[in-house]
């Protein structure tokens, strides 16, 4: 056998095979250790299996075997038999680092969602999309889990859409944020911009969580709210800017455009529309982290996907904008989508 052959045999291996199957151990490590607060505690000082145990009541045999699967996946250290924080676990994972974001675990793994994913794969593929949850469950309590736990994952993109609402020669002053959520968009934009007034429109729920986040970051009178349906209430006029973060992902080509017109119908004279959205590159393979958004959409919603630049352009245009441009927004792996008049 050449060198070059045998060179090809020794870089098949089973293993990417096999982790992929078993992803769910990855979730159930994960969901445990937040749980425990393993990654605060060592945080405070590297620990052994039987210190760890004292600390969180938990089985010392269990903790070590559950240590030492994080350290083989690289999210924490061993040295001897002590374990600590590696460098990116103590950034997320640390409940006293600033950008701690274990929270999104009782989102992406609630039973809600891990049903949506593993209970029939099969199905959701063959119909191009879940028939479960979806988006388009009126008042469901997943999405007041879901603004409660996502806020970490979704903070530094709000604060790069304000960012970039600030360098307008015009700022806006009267904003609103579709599908609003936790409201930290609105809210970013608020504080950039002294004079915005901020419209925020979801379900009736989870607008109750999204105006006490306004009222702690002392917005409350610069924040109001439209109870009900995206699709079924009145958006209101005369807007600066219309915001739709992490919303157009969820629903299919017809639908973005009925609501990039909606809201452009709802602009004031120079007004802009803004998303946010995960943006694969048209080979639709990189880069990874957008990409593979894709799939979650199809598990998770009806039509939903991950769109191109390009079909974000030609969105644009069927709803009557000239086009859209798409900038990336580090470190985040979403980008900000300007759709042009």
């Known amino acids: ?21 078993l992803g769910y151990r990855d979730t159930a490590a994960m969901k445990a250790a937040i749980s425990l607060d393993l990654f605060t505690l060592l945080g405070e000082a590297p ?31 061993k040295r001897g038999d002590r374990y600590q924080l590696s460098p990116t676990s103590a950034v ?34 063959r119909q191009g999309g879940s028939l479960g949850l979806a988006n388009m469950s009126p008042e469901n309590p997943i999405w007041i889990k879901f603004a409660e736990a996502m806020v970490p994952l979704v903070i530094g993109s709000a604060e790069g859409l304000a960012a970039e609402v600030a360098t307008w020669p015009n700022p806006p002053r009267r904003v609103l944020d579709i599908a609003a959520g936790h409201g ?44 009900g349906s995206a ?21 299919d080509h017809e639908t973005c455009v009925l609501l990039l017109r909606k809201a452009r119908a709802s602009l004031a004279p120079g007004g802009r529309v803004l998303a946010v959205e995960f943006v694969p590159e048209e080979d639709r393979v990189s880069p990874a982290w957008p990409a593979a958004f894709a799939m979650m959409m199809l598990a998770t919603t009806q039509r939903g996907d991950a769109y191109t ?10 709803a ?7 900038r990336p927004m580090p470190p985040s792996p979403a980008s900000l989508v300007v759709f042009e008049d």
């Open 1 to 21: 056998m050449s060198t070059e052959a045998l060179a090809a045999v020794s870089e098949i291996n089973p293993g990417p095979v096999i982790d992929a199957v």
């Open 47 to 77: 620990a052994t299996a039987a210190t760890l145990a004292a600390r969180t009541s938990a089985s010392q045999r269990g903790l070590r075997i559950l240590c030492d699967y994080l350290a083989v996946r690289g999210i924490v250290e």
């Open 309 to 318: 630049a390009k079909e974000l352009g030609l969105m644009a245009r069927d």
């Open 184 to 227: 930290f968009f609105g809210i970013a934009v608020a504080r950039a911009v002294p004079d915005a007034e901020i419209v925020a429109l979801d379900w009736p729920s989870v607008l109750k969580l999204a105006e006490r986040n306004a009222a702690d970051a002392g917005m409350a009178g610069r924040y109001s709210t439209i109870a």
């Open 231 to 251: 699709f079924d209430v009145g958006w209101g006029s005369d807007y600066d800017l219309v915001m739709m973060p992490n919303f157009l992902h969820h629903f």
């Open 320 to 326: 009557g904008f000239a086009g859209a441009s798409v």
């Open 92 to 125: 997320f994972l640390d409940k006293r680092s600033p950008g701690y974001m274990g929270s999104i675990v009782d989102f992406l793994a609630s039973p809600e969602m891990v049903a949506l994913w593993l209970d029939d794969p099969v199905a959701y593929v």
